[in-house]
Every structure is written in structure tokens, then in C-alpha cells.
């Protein structure tokens, strides 16, 4: 699975972007999807994640509320709505797959296919 990371773009606080995630492959719709960030200087952390059919989603909770993950299987995209941006969200945003019987995790480390990035920057 290949998988290309687009969206992003700069926004002022309290904007929106909608951030795509293309997979190549007839087997994504098996997959589960995630989204990562990782910003200047610090660590990759996990953002959202969503199961193979779309029936179980998971966020962190600095984005709760604010950020919607969701996937169209026909069009092979998960996507990430991110609304109520604020100056903490700047990062790198990735999307990740993977495709074992585990179910959207956090957890990095499960992920075997990541895109290549967009830069999502937020400005106050």
C-alpha cells in the first residue's frame, strides 16, 4: 500500500483544513488508518485513528472535539477534519496503515505503511 499525505496548508487560529490521505491498492479497505503529527523539535505523536470499515475511531484527546477522522473506501481516502486550529496543532501530519487484526491503535509501532507528509501551520 502506498499512501499520499495532502491538505495541509497555513490557516489563522480557529480555521479549517481537510486533510487527505490516497492509498494505491485494492486491499486498503482492510486496513486501518491513522493520522500522526510531529512538530519542530519534538516527538511523533499519534493524532486519530480509524478501523477498517469506519465503525471504531480513536483521538487523542488534545483534539477531541475539534478534529474528525473518517474514510471512503470507494475512493480509497481517509480524511481529517480539523477544525477550531489552533497554534499548537503546527506540525507534519502523516497518515499510516496497517492491516492486522488489532483495530485503530496509538500505537505506532503497528503501522507498516506511512505517506509522506503535510505541513499543516497555524498561525495566532
Known amino acids: 500500500v502506498q499512501l499520499q499525505a495532502s491538505g495541509g496548508g497555513l490557516v489563522q487560529a480557529g480555521g479549517s483544513l481537510r486533510l487527505s490521505c490516497a492509498a494505491s491498492?485494492?486491499?486498503?479497505?482492510?486496513?486501518?488508518v491513522a493520522w500522526f503529527r510531529q512538530a519542530p523539535g519534538k516527538e511523533r505523536e499519534f493524532v486519530a485513528a480509524i478501523s477498517w470499515n469506519g465503525g471504531s475511531t480513536v483521538y487523542t484527546d488534545s483534539v477531541k472535539g475539534r478534529f474528525t477522522i473518517s474514510r471512503d473506501n470507494a475512493k480509497n481516502t481517509v480524511y481529517l477534519q480539523t477544525n477550531s486550529l489552533k497554534p499548537e496543532d503546527t506540525a507534519v501530519y502523516y497518515c499510516a496503515a496497517h492491516g492486522r487484526v488489532w483495530g485503530p491503535s496509538s500505537d505506532e509501532g503497528l503501522y507498516d505503511y506511512w505517506g509522506q507528509g503535510t505541513q499543516v501551520t497555524v498561525s495566532s
Open positions: 491498492g485494492r486491499t486498503f479497505s482492510s486496513y486501518d
